[in-house]
């Protein structure tokens, strides 16, 4: 399980993939 360097990441993806554990976090809780 790589533990992943916010140094190393790209801001763009970065801002991508908070923006999917948001859209996730959303569809989880329309799903309850």
């Known amino acids: 399980q790589p ?3 916010v140094n190393s990441v ?3 993806q970065l ?3 908070r923006q999917q554990r948001v ?3 959303k569809r989880r ?3 309850r």
């Open 15 to 17: 801002a991508r993939i």
């Open 29 to 31: 809780e329309l799903e």
């Open 3 to 5: 533990i992943v360097d």
């Open 10 to 12: 790209d801001p763009k």
């Open 23 to 25: 859209h996730e976090q």
